[in-house]
């Protein structure tokens, strides 16, 4: 039993023996650069060892670095684009006071044009977000002297009628609504027709008969026979002509901006308060 052990012990300890001798003579052999023999095989296993070390150590680093650099970029981006969006909502922020600027300088010019109408400004509170209903509310009322069927308009052109009237608003029925009806003529031929309202964003214009040219582009005025609008105002243009069963079936653009209606003008008086002061200003349309 101790033969099988003993065995094993001397052979290693052979080896350790011979391996001692073979670093020994290693130390002691020189090669033609005066470098011992022990030293270059201690070079050559390490070396190996240590490149790969200096690689993975560059690689890790390397990539370190980029993250770093990839990270702080990812923050400048963030900084730049918050930077950008909040430019933005400064500029759309400038052009919608710019617009509303503009809009209240067209309403004070037209309210100059006709300096003895009583034009009652107003400025659009709400709107009716019904589909079938077209019609919006302003904050003027009794407290103005508003009174229902009195006309709305913007520099643009017509807007339509007040419908109802409360202590300081007033309700008003726009022109592309279904129940709206106002009396036009083209402007081109004096042809006399009604504009009516399709509960969308444009407006259809009827009784114009078949044997009457009617282009696309034409313009729109009212007609004055309504009794309710003042003759000569802006009232649409006309974006699609085509046959019908017994009328010309015609498609109005409104010229207001019956959408995006922010301030608007109510006529506070008959339709010929504002014929007579356009007459009075000296902006009455030559007669055709």
């Not at 670095?65 to 923050?75: S, T």
């Not at 400038?94 to 010019?109: F, G, I, K, S, T």
């Not at 009794?227 to 009232?235: A, E, R, S």
Request: proline share 6%; aromatic share 6%; hydrophobic share 45%.
């Amino acid at each position: 039993m101790n033969h099988v052990w003993e065995t094993p012990r001397h052979l290693s300890l052979l080896v350790a023996v011979l391996l001692a001798q073979l670093f020994l003579l290693a130390y002691q052999i020189k090669t033609d650069n005066n470098v011992r023999l022990l030293r270059r095989w201690t070079v050559a296993v390490i070396s190996p060892v240590e490149r790969g070390f200096n690689f993975v150590w560059d690689g890790g680093a390397s990539l370190i670095q980029n993250y770093i650099a990839l990270y702080n970029a990812r923050r400048e981006n963030e900084r730049l684009r918050a930077e950008l969006d909040q430019t933005r909502l400064r500029l759309q922020s400038v052009e919608a006071r710019a617009a509303e600027a503009d809009e209240l300088a067209a309403l004070l010019q037209f309210r100059q044009s006709y300096p003895d109408a009583p034009l009652v400004a107003a400025e659009v509170i709400a709107a009716n977000p019904a589909s079938a209903t077209r019609t919006i509310l302003i904050d003027r009322g009794r407290d103005a002297d508003l009174r229902v069927n009195m006309p709305v308009l913007t520099p643009d052109g017509v807007v339509g009628k007040v419908v109802e009237v409360f202590d300081s608003t007033a309700q008003v029925l726009l022109i592309s609504d279904r129940k709206s009806g106002v009396g036009v003529e083209l402007a081109d031929s004096q042809v006399k027709g009604v504009l009516k309202g399709t509960g969308s964003s444009l407006c259809r214009l009827e009784y114009i008969p078949h044997e009457e040219t009617v282009a696309v582009g034409a313009q729109l005025l009212t007609s004055g026979q309504d009794q309710l609008f003042p003759k000569g105002l802006p009232v649409g243009q006309v974006v699609s002509v085509r046959p019908g069963e017994f009328y010309q079936e015609i498609v109005i653009q409104p010229a207001a901006p019956l959408t995006r209606l922010e301030q608007v003008l109510v006529l506070a008086g008959p339709p010929e308060t504002l014929t007579t002061a356009r007459k009075t200003a000296g902006g009455e349309p030559p007669e055709r």
